[in-house]
């Protein structure tokens, strides 16, 4: 297995190599990051000129994907704008764990992002739970009593759960939970943040915030998992070692959560392995709306400011998540299923 | 199986748990010192409240957009700028007529008072002598001669160096003495010292480390001289500012100022809706409405910004039509701008006749936009030669149709104009192109080919300011018209008008103000003569203030001039 683990992990390098190359080539054509520097005043051309020899964005793409990766330190750089290389860079590069600086904050990006995984692991995760929980509740349900009437209305909310967009669904939840709600006098959920500044960021009002924006992140995903559960829960019911567990005289519920679920689980583990790194990534609609400061929202507000270290990094950091999860997806695999095995 | 699906489910909510009192439990404390530990009053009637302390006064302020840092020396943006009114502190602030009055100085440098010499080449500004940092340190002129070295230092990676790098030399004579010496007479000296930096902070940096692009004052600015102290930026969420009690002006009535940073407008028309917040600016004017009814008020203060067209002139570049001052009138008088403010910008702003339409003192006499009168400019357009002689609905002249292209940002507001535009000039028999481009892509260099150096637009849009409060401007000077061998120049319009020119340069060195305005005045009617600019609307600052909040005033340049005076009813 750890030789399985080790050969994956070698494998996924070259990858993200040749992913960040492709990224660093898109990035490029994000636009001018001083375009915007100044807000509503223009960046005066000089001080661009200036600006664009300090930071380094006059090179040539290959040079700015060298630096990116593997640093500055080994050549001179224009630290005064001047237009005259004068000292040795400081960057290490990104295979050094420098992930740089960012152009709009001047902070670096390890330092961005460190800031923002939190807040966005606490929404994700928690938006997870809630729907796996849901998900494997109603998924069993309507898995038992197939076709019975209430199987049809939750087949219905569900599929109108799963066509909704997500910036509709929170808009709309915004506007019932908080605006109506206040206005009717009943008590209201908060629209936007983390916490109330007149009681400050204990966890009882991150909960509360929390609500809304969990609720319109897990009524999507909840409605395709569930829809995933019931039909991989009514192909297992329908095995012949369910039949003899039945036949047995086993309890049903033994019946149900021992031999059927665990069988049924494998396929979902898999789903759920897929979707975890991109809990790192943040929920881009969702954290805007609900002005959660989460990855999603840094990832977009320095997208359209064409700030490539940032930017960079977010997407870096996913794909190197996607492929660690990958692999310990498989072995949680081996691990639930003896029979699988990576030798 | 059951026992390892049960240890990855509780290691999944333990997680979970973590995560949750990792990012939640009390990072921050209740805002002030005198808060309570435990949740007290919420605006959402959410956690059971306790005790609120009647003194707490935390006023919420929304911010559509994060400031990217705290330094006056790395400060450019809007929000960014007025952010440091809270902690930070100016020369001299301006009121809500946007009339400067002194703050650090004992009065406004002036040739009357002495302050200016003869010659416009030596200002000399006397500092208070009771200013003071909120660590107890004395303001001095060090910290002037500090802010001015750090700011032109090449070392410094700032956005700017404007305005500072028209100063040649700074004399600090004496600690309550700041002389500024100029290579030549600069007339746009009062934007200056908007913001202050600490010496005895940072210089000590600037010696270890040979630039301040990596202080942790940029972010982390402990010493400040506001009437507020900075406490807490959590990037992203929010940030906190509590009020200086060493403050050496009157202390602030409000204990805290929470500024909440929220994505887009959406969220920010929401929050004030709901009671999440005290004060939000910028407010779409199509969303004032909604705001007025639940209690808002909406309160508009000019900020020198217009949104504006501007024409490009240029034999090189330009459709040849574009060259015919008759043609532009026509253009101006083609479009029904009043309409379209009065129905799409609900009437909170006007039309805007000059370049300088808040600043009351140049705009004198005051221009006036040319009126929607599209038989007038039919008739302009006729008298040009500009006929529809092969009977396509657009005109044209020589075999050459008139057709022009109009280019601006993806703002929706601004599209919603070209539309409007593109028909009404159809209707005259002039067929506009129109284009739209990401504003890092449109306010791009000219080395990269950014859509407003390519001669490809007619006319261009965004709003634009003089250098608000003053009226300079250089756009429209020849020797900033971009080329291969200048590819710094500012004039996308490439226009090179001669008897203009003189004057921008005239007006920048002129610093009594009575010979400045009458300058500015010929400038205005060049512009309105000759159709090089025509605006919109005006773009003021558009606040929504709570409910809650008094004693509340703007100013055009200096926002949060009378914060002190704020209270929560």
Redesign the interface.
């Known amino acids: 297995m750890l030789q399985y683990i080790i050969k994956r992990l070698f494998q996924g390098i070259p990858l993200l190599i040749i992913l960040s190359l492709a990224l660093f080539l898109l990035m490029m054509n994000?636009?001018?990051?001083?375009?915007?520097?100044?807000?509503?005043?223009?960046?005066?051309?000089?001080?661009?000129?200036?600006?664009?020899r300090?930071?380094g964005l006059d090179k040539p793409i290959a040079v700015q994907y060298l630096y990116w990766l593997i640093g500055n330190t080994w050549t001179k750089i224009d630290?005064?704008?001047?237009g005259i290389p004068d000292k040795n860079g400081t960057r290490l590069g990104i295979l050094r764990g420098d992930f740089g600086t960012s152009l709009?904050?001047?902070?670096p990006v390890t330092e961005?992002i460190g800031?923002?995984i939190?807040?966005t692991?606490?929404l994700m995760?928690?938006s997870?739970?809630v729907t796996i929980v849901f998900a494997l509740v109603l998924g069993i349900y309507s898995a038992l009593r197939q076709y019975s009437t209430l199987d049809n209305i939750l087949t219905a909310l569900l599929f109108i759960g799963y066509s909704m967009p997500v910036f509709f669904i929170s808009?709309m939840s915004?506007?019932i939970f908080?605006?109506l709600f206040?206005k009717w006098g009943w008590?209201?959920?908060?629209?936007?943040?983390?916490?109330?500044?007149?009681?400050?960021?204990?966890?009882?009002?991150?909960?509360?915030h929390m609500v809304l924006p969990v609720i319109s992140l897990s009524v999507i995903y909840f409605a395709a998992y569930s829809r995933y559960i019931r039909s991989t829960m009514l192909e297992v019911l329908s095995q012949d070692y369910i039949r003899t567990a039945k036949s047995k005289g086993l309890p049903r519920r033994q019946v149900v959560y021992?031999h059927a679920l665990?069988n049924a689980?494998l396929p979902i583990v898999t789903v759920i392995g897929l979707d975890l790194p991109f809990l790192l990534g943040g929920a881009v609609v969702t954290?805007?709306?609900?002005?959660w400061?989460?990855m999603g929202?840094?990832f977009?507000?320095h997208l359209?400011?064409?700030d490539i270290s940032v930017v960079m990094g977010i997407l870096m950091l996913v794909a190197t998540a996607v492929v660690i999860f990958q692999i310990i997806t498989d072995i949680?695999y081996a691990?639930?299923d003896p029979r699988i095995r990576y030798n | 199986?059951?026992r390892?699906?049960n240890i990855?489910l509780s290691l999944?909510?333990l997680?979970?748990m973590i995560?949750?009192?990792?990012?939640?439990?009390?990072?921050?404390?209740?805002?002030s010192s005198n808060?309570t530990e435990?949740?007290?009053?919420?605006?959402?009637?959410?956690?059971a409240p306790t005790e609120?302390p009647a003194e707490n006064k935390?006023a919420?302020f929304i911010w559509t957009?994060?400031f990217?840092?705290l330094s006056p020396l790395?400060a450019?943006?809007?929000?960014?700028t007025t952010t440091q009114q809270f902690w930070n502190c100016w020369a001299w602030l301006y009121d809500e007529t946007n009339t400067p009055f002194p703050s650090l100085v004992t009065e406004i440098p002036s040739l009357e008072n002495g302050g200016i010499s003869e010659d416009g080449l030596t200002i000399t500004m006397h500092l208070r002598d009771d200013i003071k940092w909120s660590d107890n340190e004395p303001i001095t002129s060090e910290d002037f001669r500090f802010t001015w070295a750090m700011t032109v230092d090449?070392?410094n990676?700032v956005?700017?160096?404007?305005p500072y790098d028209k100063v040649s030399a700074i004399e600090t004579p004496d600690p309550q003495t700041v002389v500024m010496k100029f290579d030549a007479p600069f007339a746009a000296w009062l934007i200056l010292w908007k913001g202050i930096a600490p010496a005895h902070i940072l210089q000590p940096v600037y010696d270890a480390d040979g630039?301040l692009?990596?202080a942790d004052w940029?972010?982390n600015p402990t010493v400040g001289c506001g009437s507020y102290n900075f406490a807490e930026w959590?990037?992203?969420?929010?940030a906190?500012f509590v009020r200086n009690d060493n403050f050496y002006d009157e202390p602030a009535k409000i204990n805290?100022i929470?500024i909440?940073?929220?994505?887009?407008d959406?969220?920010q028309t929401?929050?004030l809706?709901?009671?999440?917040a005290d004060l939000g600016l910028f407010v779409p004017y199509s969303e004032t409405p909604k705001l007025k009814e639940a209690g808002v008020t909406i309160m508009t203060e000019p900020s020198g910004?217009n949104e504006s067209w501007f024409f490009q002139v240029s034999e090189e570049f330009s459709h040849p039509a574009m060259l015919d001052v008759n043609v532009r009138k026509a253009i101006a008088m083609s479009i029904d701008f009043a309409s379209f403010d009065r129905d799409v910008n609900l009437d909170v702003v006007k039309v805007p006749g000059s370049f300088w339409d808040s600043l009351p003192f140049y705009n004198d006499p005051a221009v006036q936009p040319y009126p929607y009168d599209p038989e007038a400019a039919k008739a302009l357009l006729d008298a040009a030669g500009w006929i529809d002689s092969n009977g396509d609905g657009t005109r044209d002249k020589d075999g050459v149709e008139f057709v022009i292209q109009h280019g601006t940002t993806t703002r929706e507001v601004r599209q919603e104009l070209q539309a409007v535009a593109q028909q009404q000039l159809a209707e005259v028999g002039i067929k506009l192109e129109i284009l739209n481009y990401?504003?890092?892509?449109?306010?791009?260099?000219?080395s990269?080919g950014?859509p407003v150096y390519t001669g490809e637009l007619d006319i261009q849009e965004w709003?634009?300011?003089p250098a608000f409060p003053d009226p300079d401007i250089y756009y429209w000077l020849c020797s900033e018209i971009?080329s291969a061998e200048n590819?710094?120049?500012?004039n996308s319009f490439y226009i090179c008008d001669e008897e203009l020119d003189a004057l921008l340069q005239l007006q920048a060195t002129q610093l009594d103000p009575a010979q400045r305005q009458e300058t500015i005045s010929k400038i205005n009617q060049i512009f309105h003569d000759k159709v090089y600019w025509i605006g919109a609307w005006q773009d003021p600052d558009v606040w929504a203030v709570g409910s809650r909040l008094s004693g509340v005033k703007f100013s055009g340049v200096s926002p949060f001039f009378n914060i002190t005076e704020w209270d929560i009813k």
């Open positions: 994000l636009g001018d990051p001083i375009a915007t520097m100044g807000g509503r005043t223009l960046t005066r051309p000089e001080d661009r000129e200036r600006l664009m300090q930071l630290s005064d704008g001047d709009v904050t001047r902070k961005m800031e923002r939190p807040n692991l606490i995760v928690a997870e739970i808009l915004m506007y908080a605006v206040k008590p209201y959920l908060p629209t936007v943040g983390m916490f109330d500044p007149q009681v400050g960021k204990t966890s009882a009002q991150v909960l509360w021992v665990k689980a954290e805007r709306i609900f002005a400061p989460g929202r840094l977009l507000d359209s400011r064409a949680i691990w639930l | 199986m059951k390892n699906l990855l999944v909510v997680a979970g995560l949750t009192a990792c990012g939640g439990a009390a990072a921050t404390q209740a805002p808060a435990e949740p007290s009053t919420s605006a959402t009637e959410a956690p609120a935390v919420t957009q994060e990217t840092t790395y450019s943006g809007w929000f960014t090449p070392k990676t956005n700017s160096t404007y630039t692009d990596n940029n972010n959590e990037s992203g969420s929010f906190r805290e929470f909440r940073f929220v994505p887009d959406t969220s929401n929050a809706v709901a009671g999440d910004y990401d504003p890092d892509i449109f306010f791009g260099s000219y990269d950014a709003s634009d300011a971009p590819p710094s120049g500012s």
